[in-house]
């Protein structure tokens, strides 16, 4: 096993410190998923919004005893961590990616190398679905394809397999010739050509220029001919390959013909001089395209044509992303039944470790495939896992994790899903977060549906990952020492307070801020422990506020009055001042300072903790001035505050727009609110974001409407001509404007753009699908990627706020990661 003090050679590092002989058996960068302390070398990387090195304290505190860092003086960091092994390099990252091509150089199996525009994942995950009845497989993580992620995938490699398949995405030029070092494949597959990432390179070529260089050295790369700015660069280069096309009877695999059979396509194709037909289960284009990759390593390693037909039947569509799901008795699923590999169950321990509010953590696990490593040694690597991440349940199901029952003192095991479906008891389970994580072969759908509660046709789908997305974005805009406040008031702006507060709080934002009190106790109650500000608290609920620990904003003298009329004496509390510039809402002005301080001098007790103010107009342009002179109002009332109160209080003023429009106003912390959930509200750098929220419903009925008949209540909806309309399950109670009626909004079903036809009801609604394939069960798209917020709330005369803050609770909310 590779030590520490060899990591220094192999990563040209300067040795700092070397107290004890570590192996070297995990390599860790995000210290938020350190999982086992002994083995674990962490590698302080600095990202584009976060820097590692700011997490050495919290990990050395945690047992972590081997860094790597490209910052630090020497002495210093010694007397910092003295029981640590300490290398200091150039750059950490190119160290993990020195580590891996050294851990990939020790193996000489094949290794398929993976890149393209679209597709890599896919055309991944089913090479490894289809190759390992004769191979084990080992494989990248999900997409972890990037100059991070390539290094973690390849630490994976062991002894025992036989294959490899590691995707790379990169999207600047110099990124891939790193990744080839680490990758070395020996085989190759370029997915497609397209415009993802085009703004990173000077010109098309350039970008297929760099990609090929992960195909440095190969054997064979496989690819598709008809790209022909592809083909001819890889001509051009002398690159080995193995082509396909739909146009080129040279290619050495030439597609004659595909057609679609109901959910088949039908490929019609000559290989080696022979015509062959072959069925592949998916009729859309990127997947077939994707399949046909996949033949064409088939077909060069030998399959009988048979065998082929059996193994593409069996290829399932990939899940791109792990789902969370409210499921029966107050329990949350996190889906993940497509595969198991040991890095996959990482992945997903993580996510339901990152929430830890849902309650008692539960696993259901099957066999774990592919992990390379002898049968005991994987289970204990499984157990120690499970027990890093605090599974307190754990239910084991198939022959060989049963064997190994001993080491899960918490766990109940099942031979089969069958056995464990006979014997389920849905009341044994109760306000639990269940991780389901099972191989294909295990059919863990069925135990999803077991837990399921029968879904309201409606769900809203809140995108972890985009949100995420969003608050890295602001987070690049502020100043590294600006705080950051996140408005999660009105049930989270509509998405859900505790998932997405949660989050907010694993992501270290400083501050949060809800409307009334109930809302910071729901927050608290959910195990949030971060700073809360409440904006309106009111009277009779200061004694909750207080017994939760939860921050009033003062805006009157009379409501300090009230406050301070209660305080305990030995205690002490802290609030925030709200003063008025000018939006003439809640708040001080100047006229109020004297009885103010009065106040505050007597009740000591009593700390300022920041003082604020809110714009009125900062997503308007035309209220610039405005905005400024509410600015400089701010910047001379809380100086006044200040000097009164003789100590430092933290000043904030900008909220989203004002972020984005004044970022010489940042003062000490800015409040974020629409921008995290995706709308940019000064409109000019809305592509900057991701789109957070997907309301979706089905459609009930289709119907045939004859000219002249009418649609819905009051007649409105008058059928012009003939028309087909589809019910869809969504109405104003469930938040859907009525100002919507009549052709004023429009729904997406299966792609196409349909207008309301008649009023819309209060469960439901009508839309014109005259001309488009429709049936029942069918989902309706009300607002997402495609259909925007901002476009529907125009439409209708109002802002996104409104259409978000009114979906009702009664509409399930689903998260998800990617
Ligand atoms: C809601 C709110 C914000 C956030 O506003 P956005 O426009 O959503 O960014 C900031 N400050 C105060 C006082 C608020 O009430």
New binding site residues.
Partial sequence: MLTFQQLQSIVQGREVQFVQPLPVVHLLTDSRKLSQPAGTVFFAVRGKYNDGHQYLPQLYAQGVRAFVVEQGEPGELATRYPEANILLVESSLEALQQLAAWHRSQFSIPVIGVTGSNGKTIVKEWLSQLLSPDELVVKSPRSYNSQLGVPLSVWQLQPNHTLAIFEAGISQPGEMERLQQVIQPTLGVFTNVGSAHDEGFASREQKIAEKLKLFQGVELLFYCADYELLHQAVQAQGIKSFTWSRHQPEANLFINATTTAGQKTIVVYTYQGEKQRLAIPFTDEASVENALHCLALLLYRRLPLSEVQDRLDRLHPVAMRLEMKEAINGCYLIDDTYNNDLAGLAIALDLQASQPQRGRRTLILSDVLESGLPEEQLYEKVAGLAQAHKVQRLIGIGPTISKYAHLFPQGSFYTSTADFLQAFDASSFRGELILVKGARVFGFEKIVQAFQQKVHGTVLEVNLDALVHNLNYYRSRVAPATKL?V?V??FA?GSGSFEVANLLQFHRVDYL?V?YVDEGVALRENGITLPIMV?NPSQDSFAKLRQYNLEP?IYSVEQLQDFVSSLEPEATYKIHL?LDTGMHRLGFVPEDFEALFELLHRYPQVQVAST????AG??EAVHNDFSQLQVSRFRSMAAAVEERLKYKVIKHI??????VRFPEHQLDMV???????G?E?TGSEQEALRPVSTLKTTVSQVKSIKQGETVGYSRKGIASSDRTTATIAIGYADGYDRRFSNGVGQVLINGHRCPLIGNVCMDMCMVDVTGVAVKAGDVAIVFGPQLTLVELAQSIGTIP?ELLTNVSTRVKRVFYAE
């Fill in positions: 406040m408005m008031k009105a702006y801020a409307a904006m904003e709200k604020f103010s809110h714009l900062a997503d900008l909220n989203s727009a004002g972020i409040r974020l609110g629409i921008g995290l959930y709308v509200a706020y």
